[in-house]
């Protein structure tokens, strides 16, 4: 059955190819009528070079097209039928249609032909192209925080500005939840890139918060996506079309971070090219102190205190190359390389004083780890558009290689200073992937009502790891020396439909079928494999009441699956009594989620969602901390039993007066965890709210204030204190607006945040208190130059996706 359904994947993208080379080729025409005319755009009066030339006869069938030349002309043959009509289309411009015209055995001068531009709309909300977004947009499946738009995002990363987005936190550890769930699939410019699988927390420290114009935030996301990430998806937007030759340049400096942005792009005719260059500096110091009580049967049978100090340089950066070539008004080539490097470096101190029965251990040690990675990636993408409005080819070739490095060395001293020993702990991982997408939409009937969205998506990677561990004061431990090799396949097609059912209801139901085969082998452990099916559906029920309320019902169902790191028996034992591994053994799980959400549109950019959501985990994977009898603790994931959460939230955008504005948002959830096998369960509530206000003082004189709060969180053995942070800076337009400085200040009001986890167990209870130093001051310089125009055209049916060509005015 399996290869049954390789195969089929395979003559079918054959098909799909063949059929979308097939529309490419014109309709060649015959006999004796000639028609030839020019396309100009009426605002401008440019020709239009690309456009769409379609000659349908009387009945509607098409009898020749073809596409205008450099000087906006065509001319054509088509088979003498009694009567034509002529429509021609270019991206941007509304359509033309000539009406029925009758042939008389001539040739035809159509003479010049002017299109109109169109205005730019979006799903849920409309927007008069101008020159700055609203903060936040609504549309049907997503909420879009449009980062640009605040002036605070001048400087910081990735990690910073989706602390803004609705429904999204960042812990003072810089983990990225969605609605208190971690497990997120996270996307750039629309498609999946390894490097925000591999270390998300990590990745998005290299991401400059200049360089990105939009955040998607997609909490049931339809069957077009992959099934991955439980608590939804986010696509984080960091190419903005532009037209002619310009560039943008961002730098930052402060007590905490220095960062580089370059973006340049050059438009020739159908080709456009840009290239994006960043680099990125980042300091984090934590201290920490933990105090844990060992249990037997409820008593306590040992104890530990550490407490223990790190300090942590990020730096790496990044530079991608795009080529994007126009084959025609309809028809887009596009490629691109991708290059990231990066490493974290740590040191720091820790001291141990351990008691156990009549054991007394006390030793202090220097701990050293490094962390680099080197990941390349490359993307080819074709996207082809008919003459049918929202009839759509797009396919996907990613190909990415990967190093990783990780090393620990530790340094242990006894009481009287003198060293007890040395422990290395090497793991070094390389790693190989590749994908091939095809998606496809087509409407059915004359005013498109109903449309089906389709597509099929193959996914391998193979990695490998080696590690070991070397002690000084003892010989090498076979058990905690090896290697690992692991080999994931993902099969996946899905189907989505879309009905317009009148009177203002929409219905979205879609399906998605994902076979995944994994396989890994261990040097010390027994081999790993796992073959399974998953059908995800969805349904989307849409209502919209008037012009300024509308409300969905979704149902969802979401997977996730374990990946290398998470199946990884690699212990790290930087900490001798607190050691992190990976767990070979780890099984799927699977989310199911129900959303009811209402979004109000009002006047001057107004807009408040509110949703209320429960979801339901019969597998959930959670980190989980195990103390031996030796007092040692081992954390690893592991498949918990069930979790489920039920909430609301809302999100609203507004004008208080006309040159203040608000983005306010807040969420309430019920939490709760059990495991039957391991005896534990927990629960609580939570409340997470952010807020930001840009208020313009003068023409060219910015004010932001922002802040978020959250009471805490639990996992199945613990829980968080509160965490919260705020923000200002000040903006000032320089230059003719071409240039601006922005100083930024975080948590200027205190010297560190403070954390307090919470842990328990059958064997253990341990309270430990973190202080994280952030508080830091930035000044960011900005510079555009060239003749940048943004592009403000109709964005393509794939949201990651946009033409080159820009309308100047409103249809009259």
């Not at 498609?191 to 939009?214: D, H």
């Not at 340049?249 to 960062?259: A, M, R, S, V, Y």
């Not at 081999?527 to 019902?553: G, Q």
């Amino acid at each position: 059955m399996k290869e049954l359904l390789k195969n089929l994947c395979r003559q079918t993208m054959v098909l799909m190819i063949l059929l979308s080379t097939t529309f490419l080729m014109a309709q060649t025409a015959a006999n004796e009528v000639e028609i030839k005319g020019a396309v100009v755009s009426a605002n401008e009066n440019v020709l239009l070079a690309g456009s769409t030339v379609i000659i349908n006869d009387a009945g509607g069938r098409m009898v020749g097209s073809t596409n205008t030349r450099k000087d906006g002309t065509f001319n054509l043959k088509v088979k003498s039928v009694p009567a034509i009509t002529v429509v021609i289309k270019y991206i941007g411009f509304n359509d033309y249609n000539s009406g029925v015209i009758t042939l008389k055995q001539e040739d035809l001068d159509l003479g010049r032909i002017y299109l109109d531009t169109k205005s730019t709309l979006l799903e849920g909300v409309t927007v008069v192209a101008s020159r700055k977004k609203p903060l936040v947009q609504s549309t049907k499946d997503k909420l879009i925080y449009n980062a640009a738009s605040d002036i605070s995002n001048k400087s910081g990363n990735a990690a910073d500005v989706l602390r803004k987005a609705p429904m999204l936190t960042v812990g003072a550890n810089g983990d990225l939840k969605l609605r208190g769930n971690s497990n997120i699939k996270v996307l750039i410019n629309g498609i999946p890139s390894r490097i925000m699988a591999k270390n998300l927390k990590e990745a998005l420290k290299m991401i400059p918060a200049s360089s990105i114009v939009s955040v998607e935030v997609m909490t049931n996301p339809s069957s077009k996506y992959e099934a991955e990430g439980a608590a939804g998806v986010v696509n984080i937007i960091t190419k903005k079309k532009l037209i002619g030759t310009s560039g943008t340049l961002d730098i930052t400096g402060g007590n905490l971070e220095q960062t580089g942005n370059l973006s340049l792009n050059m438009s020739s005719g159908k080709f456009n090219f840009s290239a994006v260059g960043n680099y990125s500096r980042e300091r984090e110091k934590m201290t920490s102190s933990l105090t844990r009580s060992n249990l037997n049967n409820g008593k306590q049978i040992g104890s530990l205190l550490q407490e223990s100090d790190m300090l942590q340089t990020t730096k790496g950066g990044s530079a991608s190359l795009s080529a994007q070539y126009k084959i025609d008004s309809l028809q887009t080539l596009e490629a691109s390389y991708s290059y990231w490097s990066g490493s974290w470096p740590q040191t720091g101190g820790l001291f141990n004083r351990y008691t156990h029965a009549d054991q007394y251990q006390e030793y202090r040690q220097k701990t050293q780890q490094s962390g680099k990675f080197n990941f390349s990636e490359w993307v080819l993408n074709y996207q082809k558009k008919f003459h049918r409005e929202g009839q759509e080819l797009q396919i996907i070739g990613v190909t990415s290689a990967a190093s990783d490095v990780s090393n620990y060395l530790t340094e242990q001293y006894r009481p009287d200073g003198q060293l007890a020993f040395t422990e290395r702990g090497p793991n070094n991982s390389k790693e190989k992937e590749w994908s091939m997408q095809a998606d496809y939409s087509h409407p059915f009937g004359k005013e498109g009502k109903i449309s089906l969205e389709t597509g099929m998506k193959y996914l391998g990677n193979n990695s490998k790891s080696v590690y070991e561990v070397l002690n000084s004061a003892m010989p090498v431990d076979p058990s905690r020396s090896g290697s690992m090799k692991y080999r994931q396949q993902v099969f996946s097609a899905y189907a989505t439909l879309n009905f317009d059912l009148g009177q203002e209801w929409t219905l979205r139901p879609g399906i998605r079928f994902e076979n995944t085969d994994i396989n890994a082998t261990f040097q010390n452990n027994a081999p790993y494999t796992r073959n399974f099916s998953n059908w995800a559906p969805n349904v989307l029920v849409l209502k919209k009441l008037n012009d300024r309320h509308e409300v969905k019902l979704d149902y969802n169902e979401r997977i996730r699956r374990p990946w290398i790191m998470d199946l990884n028996p690699y212990a790290n034992a930087a900490d001798p009594l607190n050691i992190t591994q990976g767990n070979p053994y780890l099984k799927p799980e699977l989310t199911k989620k129900l959303e009811l959400s209402h979004t109000y549109t009002g006047s001057r950019n107004t807009l408040f969602t509110s949703s209320v959501y429960y979801s339901s985990n019969k597998n959930a994977v959670e980190q989980i901390a195990r103390v031996d009898e030796k007092g040692i603790s081992y954390t690893m994931p592991d498949n918990i039993g069930e979790s489920t959460r039920m909430g609301v939230n809302v999100n609203t955008v507004f004008n208080p007066i006309k040159n203040w504005t608000v983005n306010a948002g807040a969420e309430v959830f019920r939490l709760k965890f059990r495991s039957n096998s391991l005896g534990l369960k927990n629960h609580g509530t939570f409340f997470n709210s952010s807020i930001s206000n840009t208020v313009t003082l003068l023409k060219d004189l910015q004010f932001s204030a922002s802040a978020d709060y959250g009471n805490g969180f639990i996992t199945l053995q613990g829980k968080n204190s509160a965490n919260y942070s705020y923000r200002f800076a000040v903006k000032k337009d320089l230059m003719n607006n071409k240039a601006s400085l922005t100083l930024a200040v975080i948590n200027p009001f205190q010297n560190n945040f403070k954390e307090t986890v919470y842990a328990f167990a059958p064997t253990f209870q341990s309270t430990q208190v973190n202080r994280f130093y952030n508080r830091s001051a930035t000044l960011t310089f900005s510079w555009q130059f060239g003749g940048l125009r943004a592009s403000k055209e109709k964005e393509s049916h794939f949201s990651d996706q946009s033409d080159d060509k820009s309308p100047r005015r409103r249809r009259k």
